[in-house]
């Protein structure tokens, strides 16, 4: 495909300095040889990214030929529309048109649900099959616990989401069983054998139900990527493979990308090692930093070193900390964005002074034209927030907490789910299960019963037809029938399909609970949200595989005022960034975590993720240091505080990089306090003279 550009002097490359140029401008435009592009924190990595694609299109490249693979819909989403300006820019309405060809761009798990379903027949899978949530498998995953005897043992048998957690980490990292117990879960060492029955039971229920994990999304893919033909006819199918927040990748995605493309051709991978911090998720900073060197010839790499985020002295600091990792690219962010003002390094007397700290300085900065919303307050975990939460109320500033139920963890929501589900699956028993008990008089026995009759009878809907529920059912079952097989039939079509569900659910929604006002309006968000999907079967897996985040299950009543101040982890808080940001706990035992100092790699973890705050902030950084805080660990006797130390980041050499204050400040005149208070009474001197 070529269409004659209408301007073919890059002009639109301008804005890019030389460093994103160059990574644009690699190959210049043809297939090129791999290439690592290591993009600072603020160095415009997104910016980047889509001016690259839209250089590829510009310069003559198919963008149905193009994947583009990403974290989360919301980049994808961002990525493309970037795509579409810039291509619309040099090439006028028709370059735009041509940009929106560009419809391989999605999450990992996203793009893996497409491509299952394009090569099902080729790999014994049913292409009908549907996705599963964490939740969802867990409650399976349960079920085949509870039926190989598993929730009855004489001591305790880890519970269904450890379960889970442990099958995900060793199909994530490709690790062995007892590699993954011994590193990640060492209270469940004794049952690996135990272990080993339960996942395969639940692989063979997965396959029996016709579902799929989001675990599974990356496997079926990268074995896919690992058979010769297969890969070959999929890597075909593009020209170019590019990958956002590599560093963020597990050893199946990279097998993945190394599948598809084995000589590296055509091969963008964009990320910081610097920022990756999702360990937890089985992520793996090998990938990134070991990508070089995978391709012969080796990636080409290109360092954006030139922050647009940050202040020069908060840049300083950050670099500071980061030099002192032990492997890394070698980068040293730049700003020509000057500022008197270093990060600040405030000690307080304890979690509650941190608290009432953060308020004034929050509310002081708003009298200055800051708004609340462009201030966040950042902690490495999510409890570390509870006093300044309490004191923010007492207070009344307004605050959102990134952290809470996404969109599909609201009951309501599975329920209506779980209805359509069964209604595109109807050997998904998880889906069956709480459709049907959704009736009065129904229970996990009449349910089981009713599935078995449907998957004895010829038709699915003649066995739920002939199933005889039990009479405190009886006169609400007729119904349930009528919209399942209305649903299986398409009588109402796309997406009238999620409104006649709703009509169905509305009567049980208002029996289940007392605030049902209030959740009928996710239920018509969902449907809003359904208007936009081609398919059910679509639907269900964009749903599932990115979810939107804001539901009536959370804590608290909806927000009134318009301005609120940000309360997030660290982990959420990567690719944002806010004018003033606040970090709570900067000491040893929170930061870095005394449950992530097992290991050197633990340890450069969590340096990473002090680097991560630090970079969030544009003008001004405060980092937070009580001499006293709360210990939310494991049971201790008597006072649970513990005197802290300030984080083993920040040594005394970096000191010079902050500005060292204590809060509240000292009285005019007032001499600052020692660490060890004179002694006023020896009373140790009176305790041995007694015994004299």
């Not at 029996?511 to 269900?540: K, T």
């Not at 970096?654 to 020896?682: C, H, I, N, T, Y």
Request: charged fraction near 25%.
């Amino acid at each position: 495909m070529n269409i004659a550009v209408r301007d073919s002097s890059p002009d639109y490359l301008a804005r890019l300095n030389a460093a994103q140029r160059s990574a644009v401008l690699h190959g210049d435009g043809a297939v090129a040889g791999p290439l690592l592009v290591i993009a600072g924190a603020g160095s415009g990595k997104t910016n980047t990214l889509a001016h690259r694609v839209a250089h590829l299109i510009v310069n003559g490249a198919d963008p149905r030929r193009i994947l583009l693979m990403t974290f989360s819909r919301r980049a994808a989403d961002d990525m493309t529309r970037r795509v579409e300006r810039i291509v619309g820019e040099v090439m006028g309405p028709q370059g735009q048109t041509l940009a929106q060809g560009l419809t391989w761009g999605g999450t990992f798990h996203a793009i893996g649900a497409r491509l299952l379903r394009d090569y099902a027949a080729h790999i014994g899978l049913d292409p009908a099959f549907t996705i599963h949530d964490r939740a969802d498998s867990a409650d399976l995953l349960n079920l085949v616990r509870h039926d190989q005897g598993l929730s009855r043992t004489e001591s305790r048998f880890p519970a269904k989401n450890t379960c889970l957690a442990i099958y995900s980490r060793a199909v994530n990292a490709q690790a062995e069983l007892a590699q993954v117990l011994a590193a990640h879960f060492p209270w469940c060492v004794g049952w690996e054998a135990e272990l080993k029955t339960l996942f395969s039971g639940y692989v063979e229920a997965k396959q029996a139900a016709n579902v799929l994990d989001y675990d599974d999304l990356l496997l079926y893919w990268a074995e896919m990527a690992a058979d010769p033909s297969l890969s070959a006819e999929m890597g075909d199918r593009f020209d170019h493979v590019l990958v956002d927040e590599y560093q963020d990748t597990n050893r199946l995605q990279a097998r993945i990308v190394t599948g598809l493309k084995p000589t590296g051709a055509g091969v963008t991978v964009v990320g910081d090692d610097a920022q990756s911090i999702y360990a937890f998720r089985a992520a793996e900073v090998r990938n990134i930093l070991d990508f070089p060197g995978l391709f012969a010839p080796p990636a080409r790499l290109v360092t954006l070193e030139r922050n647009y985020r940050s202040t020069v002295p908060i840049l300083s600091a950050a670099n500071r900390v980061i030099g002192e990792a032990r492997e890394r690219f070698t980068k040293n962010l730049w700003s020509d964005r000057a500022s008197g003002s270093k990060p600040s390094l405030t000690t307080v007397r304890d979690e509650n002074g941190q608290a009432a700290h953060i308020c004034e300085a929050v509310l002081a900065a708003r009298e200055e034209g800051i708004a609340l919303k462009q201030q966040a307050v950042l902690f490495r975990t999510a409890h570390h927030s509870g006093p300044l939460e309490i004191e923010l109320t007492r207070r009344n500033i307004p605050f959102v907490k990134f952290g809470g139920l996404k969109f599909l963890d609201a009951s309501h929501v599975k329920d209506m789910l779980a209805v359509l589900r069964f209604a595109e699956n109807p050997t998904d028993r998880i889906a069956g299960f709480r459709a049907m008990q959704l009736i009065p008089g129904i229970g996990p026995s009449a349910a089981d019963q009713a599935m078995t009759k449907m998957s004895e009878a010829l038709d699915v809907g003649l066995g739920l037809d002939a199933f005889v529920p039990p009479k405190r059912a009886a006169e609400d079952w007729p119904a349930f029938v009528t919209l399942f097989n209305g649903l299986r039939d398409g009588q109402s079509g796309w997406p009238g399909d999620l409104e006649a569900a709703r009509l169905w659910y509305e009567p049980h929604l208002e029996r289940l609970h007392e605030d049902a006002a209030i959740r009928r309006g996710d239920l018509i968000q969902l449907e809003q949200i359904a208007a936009s999907a081609p398919s059910r079967q679509r639907f269900l897996t964009d749903l599932t595989l990115d979810p939107p985040n804001a539901t009536s299950d959370q804590a608290g009543p909806p927000l009134k005022d318009e301005d609120y101040l940000i309360l997030s982890t660290i982990h959420s808080a990567k690719g944002q960034e806010w004018k003033s940001v606040f970090l709570l706990n900067v000491v040893d035992g929170c930061m870095p975590s005394d449950l992530a100092t097992g290991n050197s790699e633990e340890l450069e973890e969590e340096r990473r993720l002090l680097y991560v705050a630090m970079t969030r902030a544009k003008d001004d950084l405060t980092l937070m240091v009580p001499q006293r805080f709360y210990t939310h660990g494991q049971a201790r006797t008597g006072d649970r505080h513990v005197y802290a130390q300030r984080t083993r980041f920040i040594t005394d050499a970096m000191l010079d990089a902050f500005d060292r204050k204590v809060w509240p400040p000292l009285s005019a005149g007032a001499q600052e306090p020692s660490p060890v208070p004179a002694v006023s009474r020896d009373l140790t001197a009176r305790m041995r003279g007694m015994w004299r």
